[in-house]
């Protein structure tokens, strides 16, 4: 198809950008980004699950949500490829299709160059690398049945500045397992493309979270000083842009990289 027929007047803007109706999955989504994007989806009309290891976790963010969106939880560890599959199978028996997958679980381990264990290599990269194309290809069915030509379906990677500029910590596999998930966004995009799920990465700079919190409350203001807009982000930023990738809107954006840096990147 060379292009299709709706001619510019017949424009509706809150639908292309809506997201109403459609399933989704974050990933470590009872926390932190994950939290900014389930809470964006949720609120725009999506059904959406959130998984991790922390039950409660999770079901304090459904209370928080209460009537304002449909948030529900499943509890799952993405260390291995058992883990990812069994999240899967839990989604398979609720969800007949899944049309947005946001792969945003995370782990981090800062140590001396000298003293860096291989433990912390094996826990971040089985979580921050294995899980997203474990999970991602265990999900591949389920989201080509949510696809379609005009509307394909998601998977939205949350990479990292840190992947693209040298971190400023010594944190040796955080830094290249989120160069390897910029990668592995190409990578799989171009597998599926042909089934029509599109797969992008978003790269965050600074957002308060859980893994942030002691970096934040250390270097408090100077975070914010090196971020050329001068502040680190807000939910709004993170819920935006995820909200724009998962909407008709943008649906022709695949295998991107997107900072949601205030500049960081794009400046140096
Ligand atoms: N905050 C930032 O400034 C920033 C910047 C760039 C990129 N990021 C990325 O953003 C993502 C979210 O991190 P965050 O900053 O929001 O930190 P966070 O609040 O610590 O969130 C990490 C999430 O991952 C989940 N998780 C960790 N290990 C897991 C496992 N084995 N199985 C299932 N879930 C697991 C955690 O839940 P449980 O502990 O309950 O399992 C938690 O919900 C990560 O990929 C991180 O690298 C963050």
Redesign the pocket.
């Known amino acids: 198809m060379l292009s299709n027929d709706r001619a510019p007047g017949d424009l509706d803007v809150d639908d292309l950008f809506s997201i109403r109706g459609k399933c989704a999955l974050v990933?470590?989504?009872?926390?932190?980004?994950?939290?900014?994007i389930a809470n964006g989806y949720a609120r725009a009309g999506a059904r959406v699950y959130?998984?991790?290891?922390?039950?409660a976790?999770?079901d304090a963010r459904i209370a928080e949500l209460g009537e304002a969106g449909d948030c529900r939880a499943i509890e799952?560890?993405?260390?291995s490829e058992a883990?990812c599959n069994a999240?899967g199978d839990e989604l398979e028996r609720r969800e007949p299709k899944l049309h947005i997958l946001v792969?945003?679980?995370?782990?981090?381990w800062g140590a001396p160059f000298a003293e860096y264990p291989e433990s912390a290599w094996d826990?971040v990269l089985?979580?921050?690398v294995k899980?997203v194309f474990a999970l991602t290809r265990r999900l591949t069915p389920m989201l080509e049945r949510a696809a379609c030509d005009d509307d394909p379906a998601r998977v939205v990677n949350?990479?990292?500045?840190?992947?693209i500029n040298v971190p400023a910590l010594q944190t040796w596999a955080?830094g290249a397992?989120?160069a390897a998930?910029h990668h592995l966004t190409r990578m799989l995009a171009r597998e599926l493309a042909a089934r029509r799920i599109t797969v992008n990465a978003?790269?965050?700079?600074?957002?308060?979270?859980?893994?942030?919190?002691s970096?934040?409350e250390r270097l408090g203001d100077r975070v914010a000083e090196l971020v050329p807009l001068g502040r680190?982000?807000r939910p709004d930023d993170m819920a935006g842009v995820a909200i724009f990738l998962a909407s008709r809107a943008g649906a022709f954006v695949d295998a991107a990289l997107i900072p949601v840096?205030g500049g960081i990147t794009g400046t140096r």
């Open positions: 990933t470590g989504g009872g926390s932190g980004i994950g939290w900014m959130i998984a991790s290891r922390k039950r976790e999770l799952a560890d993405l260390s883990g999240l792969n945003n679980a995370g782990a981090n826990r089985d979580v921050n899980a949350v990479g990292s500045v840190d992947g955080y397992s989120k998930v978003v790269a965050p700079g600074p957002f308060q979270s859980r893994m942030m919190r970096t934040l680190i982000g840096d």
